[in-house]
């Protein structure tokens, strides 16, 4: 059997000077073959500070242009990879800020993946885990296989421990992403909030 084709948004998380964040999503983007892959960077949307999500509005058409094209994008995902630096022992705000602009509802009954990095040796594990609450809290159930990038800033042209996490990670975001695009085919996912 063929595998399912997936439609993948990858959301990195950082829009400071000189982010390593971008050195990480661009290494990551030469080994997403299999998926279409729809690249979201804040930085190059310039969405606002989050002031009145798009479902807040009484009507979405009433919403920015700019938001109702992304919330298109977003709910078209069968799963997503957020790739967050580690600031302050916490994810990225530029990955929450943009998140929280759609309801969970566009989130709900997917998959992602947790991609964290950092320049120290724990390569942003502590954003990773609490990566994985927030994106739980959306209904957008995160692998089990994450990546963390220690000491992000030297990440090379090749790094085979930095390959195999992703492989790992990939191979769940398809399994996984296959059977909730079957599932939700079939009916709705039951949200609880």
Not at 21 to 27: L, S
Not at 40 to 62: A, C, G, N
Not at 109 to 130: L, M, R
Request: aromatic share 8%; charged share 20%; net charge neutral.
């Amino acid at each position: 059997m063929a595998p399912m084709e997936l439609n993948l948004v990858v959301i990195l998380g950082s829009i400071r000077d000189g982010r390593i964040g971008k050195k990480v999503a661009e290494y990551l983007k030469k080994r997403l073959d299999g998926f279409n892959v729809d690249f979201m960077d804040p930085d190059v949307l310039e969405l606002p500070l989050l002031r009145k999500p798009i479902h807040f509005y009484e009507e979405q058409s009433e919403a920015p242009q700019l938001l109702q094209d992304l919330h298109e994008r977003i709910k078209k995902a069968d799963a997503y990879v957020v790739i967050t630096p580690e600031y302050n022992r916490n994810i990225s705000p530029v990955l929450t800020n943009f998140m929280d602009h759609f309801p969970p509802s566009s989130y709900n009954g997917k998959v992602s993946g947790i991609v964290s990095y950092s320049v120290s040796a724990h390569g942003g594990s502590i954003a990773g885990y609490s990566c994985r609450g927030f994106l739980v809290e959306l209904g957008c159930l995160p692998v089990p296989a994450s990546v963390t990038v220690a000491a992000a800033h030297e990440l090379g042209e090749k790094n085979a421990w930095f390959d195999k996490d992703i492989g790992i990670m990939l191979s769940q975001l398809r399994w996984w992403g296959s059977a909730t695009k079957s599932q939700r085919a079939i009916s709705q996912c039951p949200r609880t909030m």
